[in-house]
């Protein structure tokens, strides 16, 4: 089998969960990786096999030997490295969100058009899990739907930083690399809303600041035409709860709507019937990479067009989703001022 050669950008705890998970699949095979300096690039790909390391972006991209790379940089700088990634006609995986705003959004999706070989996928892992697709097909036996609270809170260890007043703050806490609780775990939770229920006619968010200028918490509420959606979010507590879409005496069940491995329907007695989907992986990113392998090996199948445009669609409406919720709330990025 002839491996996809993969380039990263970015040597975080959730790049070695992805490599794991392309190990798993068995289609991917690390061979470049790009880091701020040579020694941490060597340093963190060398166990995985690469071969290829960079401290200039341009570089990597010129001269490096992949087919897709994997980006998992701060927010704000996904949009320079999308851009020279589809300027040089690769496959791209995304870590969510995968832009800042609608401006950029759009920007990369014209650049799209101009370089059709590019492929552009946002890494929403949880929806593309076996047993996400399995609760999303109970969800449509359910006669009714009467609206969903979906909570996405676990405390970082980064915040201690910002509680002890230590400067400079942890990336994903700063305005200027568009960090904050909803930026970082509130878009799993939009993703689901989007995914399940469609767009929703209207949003608000209410954030609880922290001392570094972003959310460290908040409440969301999406509106649809007959229910809302409540999003519960935040890196500055832990929270114990699950999340349920409501019908009328059914109710479906997660233990997470992120990193769900427990999903039970309740049926109207009050009886619980669980969800089990027909393979089940410990991480929880092999499914997506596998979806993503399926649609890079044959670009230009129908299906896999199709399964990918869906994706995009998607994308496209949850980053509108994710600017409206920070509009309302006046959460505003250098990104949003730049362009």
């Known amino acids: 089998m002839i491996m996809l050669k993969l380039g990263i950008i970015g040597t975080h705890i959730i790049t070695d969960q992805m490599l794991d998970a392309a190990?798993?699949?068995?289609?991917?095979?690390?061979?470049?990786?790009?880091?701020r300096t040579l020694d941490r690039a060597k340093q963190f790909g060398k166990p995985y096999g690469a071969t290829e390391f960079y401290d200039s972006l341009e570089d990597f991209f010129d001269e490096g030997d992949f087919d897709v790379v994997y980006i998992a940089s701060p927010n704000s700088l996904h949009y320079e490295q999308v851009r020279l990634a589809i300027e040089n006609d690769k496959f791209i995986i995304l870590e969510k969100p995968a832009l800042v705003n609608p401006e950029e959004f759009s920007a990369i999706e014209s650049l799209l058009k101009a370089h059709p070989k590019a492929r552009l996928i946002e890494a929403a892992r949880h929806i593309h899990t076996g047993i996400y697709q399995q609760a999303k097909d109970k969800m449509k036996e359910m006669k009714t739907i009467q609206g969903a609270t979906f909570t996405v809170m676990k405390y970082s260890s980064r915040y201690d930083k910002v509680l002890a007043g230590e400067k400079p703050y942890p990336n994903i806490f700063t305005p200027e690399f568009a960090g904050g609780a909803l930026q970082d775990l509130g878009v799993y939770g939009v993703y689901a809303a989007v995914d399940l229920f469609g767009t929703p006619n209207s949003v608000v968010y209410f954030p609880t600041m922290v001392a570094s200028g972003v959310d460290g918490k908040g409440v969301a509420i999406l509106t649809y035409d007959n229910f809302e959606v409540t999003l519960n979010v935040g890196k500055t507590a832990n929270s114990y709860l699950g999340s349920e879409i409501y019908g009328l005496k059914d109710t479906l069940y997660f233990d997470s709507i992120f990193d769900t491995t427990k999903v039970t329907y309740y049926n109207e007695k009050k009886q619980a019937e669980p969800i089990k989907a027909p393979v089940f992986y410990t991480n929880s990113m092999v499914d997506e990479m596998n979806d993503f392998a399926d649609?890079?090996?044959?670009?230009?199948?129908?299906?896999?067009?199709?399964?990918?445009?869906?994706?995009?669609?998607?994308?496209?409406?949850?980053?509108?989703v994710m600017f409206d919720l920070r509009q309302s709330a006046d959460l505003m990025f250098p990104a949003d001022r730049n362009r």
Do not use: I
Request: glycine share 2%; charged share 30%; no cysteine.
């Open 23 to 35: 190990k798993t699949t068995g289609r991917y095979q690390l061979t470049t990786v790009y880091s």
């Open 295 to 320: 649609v890079f090996e044959n670009p230009d199948d129908q299906d896999q067009l199709a399964r990918y445009n869906k994706w995009f669609d998607e994308a496209r409406v949850v980053n509108s």
